[in-house]
């Protein structure tokens, strides 16, 4: 019985573009999406880091009805019969997750994803890395269900620290016992008492000036080549400053403060998805450590989310013991390289290596360039 979603390759960045509508709609309608897979991230990524043949996308149609959406990037090395090439799933070289948009009944899309995927890697020679997958991404398991293929495991899982409210008798007054714990009113008091009032404003009316204030506090918190990488070469700096004023006017982003006396303190930007919500980047003045400016802000964060109606924040992976803190969960990502089954797939995982070391130079060049 044939089936009745059709797939359609797009790899024309005017052509994605021109389905942004459906794509915002699958966005909200897929229940794990974040802003990592909406059009304000991904176009805005291609633009910056992805060559004008790169793209390919993987778009999913169920009559007139967009229901799936898997976008990467794409390698080429080498010509002709030798050659190879590599998709790796779009943005994930700078956001958390690579899941594709698979809708509310994600099996049957994903189905037809991996099939794709599957006949294109068994016919041609492409080699596919889906990367930062969550654990429970149907493609996951339906990919090593598959005998026609090799999936294997690239990197390490990563885990991204979650404050689920849920998981909480009391989300709130929890998060006044975790404030008074790390002696947080106290500390607010002394701030208010040395610079003046302290203030949560939840979204900036001046994006690019808090970006700079974040910039100038990472700058000053953390050694050449160390620390968060938003702003640390003139093309990185550039998608930074991008792709937030996209997520902004897309109502995905927002960009926080937390201010005394009227000065920026900490800045942080976060990401909404429906009822999901990623802390995505934050920076304090180093010169208040004493005050705990980032975790006054990450508190106030929290609980304007709570009150918002989220029912998690997502901190991110990354190794800052405070988060631990204050989150109740974990959820991890996998990395998985699909090649051809036996002997050809052995020699495919060589070429993807080649592949990914001409890709991360490349990336690496676009980052140090002065404009996208």
Not at 106 to 130: I, M, Y
Not at 196 to 210: F, H, I, K, L, N
Not at 336 to 356: D, E, K, S, W, Y
Request: proline share 5%; glycine share 8%.
């Amino acid at each position: 019985m044939p089936s009745a979603h059709r797939v359609a390759v797009i790899t024309d960045a005017n052509e994605l573009r021109a389905l942004a509508d459906p794509w915002r709609r699958l966005l909200q309608a897929s229940p794990s999406a974040t802003a990592f897979a909406s059009p304000a991230w991904l176009l805005t990524w291609y633009r910056h880091f992805e060559r004008r043949h790169g793209l390919y996308a993987v778009a999913v149609w169920r009559g007139g009805e967009l229901v799936g959406l898997a976008p990467f990037a794409r390698t080429r090395i080498g010509a002709g019969p030798a050659g190879c090439s590599l998709l790796v799933s779009a943005g994930t070289a700078h956001g958390d997750y690579g899941d594709p948009l698979l809708g509310p009944d994600p099996l049957p899309v994903a189905e037809v994803v991996a099939d794709h995927l599957a006949a294109l890697v068994r016919r041609t020679t492409t080699v596919v890395n889906l990367r930062r997958l969550r654990e429970d991404d149907p493609l996951l398991d339906l990919f090593e269900q598959r005998g026609d293929l090799a999936s294997e495991s690239m990197g390490q899982r990563a885990s991204n620290v979650i404050m689920r409210f849920a998981d909480l008798d009391d989300p709130r007054g929890a998060l006044e016992r975790l404030a008074r714990k790390r002696d947080l009113p106290r500390r607010r008091r002394r701030l208010t008492e040395r610079f003046g009032d302290v203030a949560y404003v939840r979204q900036s009316a001046d994006t690019p000036a808090a970006l700079a204030a974040m910039r100038d506090f990472l700058s000053r918190r953390w050694p050449a080549g160390e620390g968060p990488k938003l702003f640390a070469s003139p093309g990185r700096a550039a998608f930074t400053r991008d792709v937030t004023a996209e997520l902004v006017a897309a109502g995905l982003g927002q960009v926080s403060m937390l201010t005394a006396g009227g000065h920026p303190v900490a800045v942080g930007i976060s990401h909404r998805v429906g009822d999901r919500e990623v802390f995505d980047a934050t920076s304090y003045d180093p010169d208040l450590k004493r005050f705990s400016v980032g975790l006054l802000h990450l508190h106030e964060v929290l609980s304007h989310a709570l009150a918002d109606g989220a029912a998690e924040v997502d901190m991110r992976a990354g190794d800052f013991s405070y988060k631990e803190q204050w989150s109740t969960t974990t959820r991890d990502t996998r990395s998985i390289a699909l090649v051809r089954a036996g002997g050809l797939g052995r020699a495919q995982l060589a070429a993807r290596r080649v592949a990914m070391s001409i890709r991360a130079r490349r990336l690496a060049g676009r980052e140090c360039e002065l404009s996208a």
